[in-house]
């Protein structure tokens, strides 16, 4: 799978390429100033990131004109993690970064943000038309009662209110959280109860898929269970009347009123975003305004390069960290493109004839969109302009070699393919996107700055050109600095620091290649990661197991070696209950309805028996490898399992497929 250190790479970046990006003019700059190498190219900049880490995160915070309001009193207070304390003392607000560029008079009234829909109609909002919103929506959360640490709930799709909302609470210092809103109303409750919001913006419906999707009842569910809210921000997406009790976005926006930017301590929350873990509710990811805005100049800035000549799209919902990410691109000063609708829709076209509208130049995708456009056959670069777009992006799962060579040949063949990997847990990548490195088929091209990235095998031993655990022994800014409702930390311990302690195990297989580049191989345990949207099978098993027919259930999601991903449902029926077609659409259509259109299962198919551990636990992760093709010998231990017979089903299975 990987390529050879000596095999030709698919691109490499030209010398004036090299000279231009903004992580060679950081290097040069921080050697003259903070002792970085002024040689060995990314490679020596890379480690002396990891091996000074305090040094390198003070020359980020001051390559980026980090506005400290109060002083830090060091850059790293503590080490330890989980627990590590970045620039204490500090006072800043990530909202102040973000509409910087507001203030600079020659670029006040260009675009800071381009939406598009499914009508490929384009509107934009200026630098200072979005500061001006802010600043009306941010006083108007104030005159609600908001204050710092309260948390803002949203329940919209990608558009132009939703990054309002979102700077407008930050401005505030409140905690902002989000769910897209195909997302059903059991779904969002599961993540929204447990942080308690006291505003709530909302839609009343999407379109998606050439269609529109009412959410008024849902809404209304979402009200009556969340008791804690003061307030209802009603967005006529599609044109209704603000419900009895809710207050009209219009209203609340209307003020030509400057933002005030609450200063609040570095580690102060930003939002929280959920991931799922195998068991229990979502996870409550809580990330701070200090540490999230530093980690994204690095990665925006650094990373991917961009800057205020920039046009930024990825395609996301604002359920899925790369939401966040996406819009971060605000703190350089890069137009953001927010394309709210299908991927799909009216054609697999949809998302270069975005690109191509709006002038993309760094086009964010998901490696399953790429294998479905190589698969339908299509040829992006003759039938669109893409001579604006600079670097392709991927994620949410691996890019296989195919993709690698069907965006060379098909987009361009002088292209930057960045396929990138990290997760909602530090909204961020652990690996991926460097500008001034070869791109090698198949491969990530680089651990990212600051990140001392590892692959581990079970004792902890490093490893090179072979597959381990992905490990980060060393502190990132963006890391939780708590979850909500954890009051022990043990939730968070156990999440990440189990296996090896002190430092962050992330749940995925990975292999350094000798010539420094990243592959990463899927999961390593069974959380569910379907086009970069990750979900519990807790959730999954929680809605399946009410319907009658179920005795009980088992979700497995599978990366495959083209790209796609087989997420099978097993289900062991009651007695009398038949598996036909009206059970197994009723299924998917329980998980469509009270879950995510993603997470509906490729397949439901019957079988004898859940497997358990002796403690009675589903055992996911073994089932899982058996799928794959592990011999049942090496994915189980025989002696922990309730029943061992019922795993001779899975196996036969295996062999089917393989």
Known sequence: ????????????????????????????????????????????????????????????????????????????????????????????????????????????????????????????????????????LAAELRALGVTPGDRVSAYVPNIPQAVVAFLATAAVGGVWTSCAPDFGARSVLDRFQQVEPVVLFTVDGYRYGGKEHDRTDTVAELRRELPTLRAVVHIPLLGTEAPEGALEWSALTAADTAPVFEQVPFDHPLWVLYSSGTTGLPKAIVQSQGGILLEHFKQVGLHCDLGPDDRFFWYTSTGWMMWNFLVSGLLTGTTLVLYDGSPGYPDVSAQWRVAEQTGTTLFGTSAAYVMACRKAGIHPGRDFD?????????????????GF???????????????????????????????????????????????????????????????????????MPSMPIRFWNDPDGSRYHDSYFDMYPGVWRHGDWITLTEHGSVVIHGRSDSTLNRQGVRMGSADIYEAVERLPEIRESLVIGIEEPDGGYWMPLFVHLADGAALDDDLRESIKRTIRENLSPRHVPDEVIEVPGIPHTLTGKRIEVPVKRLLQGTALAKAVNPGSIDNLELLHFYEDLARKRL
């Open 405 to 475: 060579r069907w965006l060379h040949d098909e987009v361009a063949d002088d292209l930057w393919i960045a396929s990138v990997s990290g997760g909602t847990d530090v909204c961020s990548c652990f690996a991926g996107a460097v500008p001034t490195l070869p791109v090698h088929i198949g491969e990530l091209q680089a651990p990212c700055l600051g990140t001392d990235l590892r692959s581990w095998d079970p004792a902890g031993k490093a490893l090179v050109g072979e597959v381990g655990e992905l490990v980060v022994t060393a502190p």
């Open 386 to 402: 893409l001579s604006r777009v600079q670097c392709v992006a991927t994620t949410g799962s691996p890019l296989p070699p195919d």
């Open 1 to 136: 799978m990987t390529a050879a250190a000596n095999e030709a790479p698919l691109w490499q970046p030209g010398p004036d390429r090299i000279a231009a990006a903004a992580v060679t003019r950081f290097q040069s700059w921080a050697a003259e100033r903070y002792g970085a190498p002024s040689d060995g190219g990314y490679p020596a900049l890379h480690r002396w990131s990891v091996d000074e880490l305090d040094t390198f995160w003070q020359a980020v915070a001051d390559w980026f004109d980090v506005r400290f309001s109060t002083p830090y009193e060091s850059v790293l207070g503590n080490r330890t993690m989980p627990g590590a304390q970045w620039f204490p003392g500090a006072t800043l607000n990530y909202a102040e970064h973000a509409l910087r560029t507001a203030e600079d008079p020659l670029r006040a009234d260009a675009p800071a943000l381009l939406h598009v829909d499914e009508t490929h109609t384009q509107a934009a909002v200026s630098w200072s038309e979005l500061r001006r919103r802010v600043g009306s």
